[in-house]
T-cell receptor
Framework: AAGVIQSPRHLIKEKRETATLKCYPI?????VYWYQQGPGQDPQFLIS???????DKGSIPDRFSAQQFSDYHSELNMSSLELGDSALYFC?????????FGPGTRLTVT | GEDVEQSLFLSVREGDSSVINCTYT??????LYWYKQEPGAGLQLLTY?????DMKQDQRLTVLLNKKDKHLSLRIADTQTGDSAIYFC???????????FGKGTMLLVSP
């Protein structure tokens, strides 16, 4: 069965650089969520989209923005990267009750 | 606000049953989930239960929900070394809702 695809899987950036993370949801899933998981932490919700509109917003820094495109894929744009942004970034897609997570993008900021 | 709590660590022997517990505070939680995360990997949805259910069984997994006490448990029968992972409890207040996770319980299964 198709799963959530995220790219890249690993990303190394320097402080103050920008990064773009991509997410391709499971076909026919119309809702996408972004979560951030710091080392040894639980996932924290950042932002979600339903039918290409932002549906909910969590603890997403102002330096970050995201959007969902007409083909339902989503991108998380991160600017002015800080050391504390180093984390696993998960995208999940939903068929109403079930959220399926992608493998994550591991971002390391040096 | 919402809060989900879990014990941090559980160690069992292969073949035993494992029981991982979770408590939540949000009375509007309508869906409760269990996810499994192996080291460096993504979150795998194991099972979920609606708040109008008391129990759900899926092969070796049994979920029990005590809505009055806001207590959720995951029982893994015949635990195997491959079950070693971090197990996250999560709650949502409805369909298409964001998930609030507990801190995770590390399950270590020894041969």
């Amino acid at each position: 069965a198709a799963g959530v695809i995220q790219s890249p899987r690993h990303l190394i950036k320097e402080k103050r650089e920008t990064a773009t993370l991509k997410c391709y949801p499971i076909p026919r899933h119309d809702t996408v969520y972004w979560y951030q998981q710091g080392p040894g932490q639980d996932p924290q919700f950042l932002i979600s989209f339903y039918e290409k509109m932002q549906s909910d917003k969590g603890s997403i820094p102002d330096r970050f923005s995201a959007q969902q495109f007409s083909d339902y894929h989503s991108e998380l744009n991160m600017s002015s990267l800080e050391l504390g942004d180093s984390a696993l970034y998960f995208c999940a897609s939903s068929s109403e009750y079930e959220q399926y997570f992608g493998p994550g993008t591991r971002l390391t900021v040096t | 606000g919402e809060d989900v709590e879990q014990s941090l660590f559980l160690s069992v022997r292969e073949g035993d049953s494992s029981v991982i517990n979770c408590t939540y505070t949000d009375s509007s939680s309508t869906y409760l989930y269990w996810y499994k995360q192996e080291p460096g990997a993504g979150l795998q949805l194991l099972t979920y239960i609606f708040s109008n259910m008391d129990m759900k069984q899926d092969q070796r997994l049994t979920v029990l929900l005590n809505k009055k006490d806001k207590h959720l448990s995951l029982r893994i029968a015949d635990t195997q070394t491959g079950d070693s992972a971090i197990y996250f409890c999560a709650e949502a207040s409805g369909g298409y809702s964001t998930l609030t996770f507990g801190k995770g319980t590390m399950l270590l299964v020894s041969p």
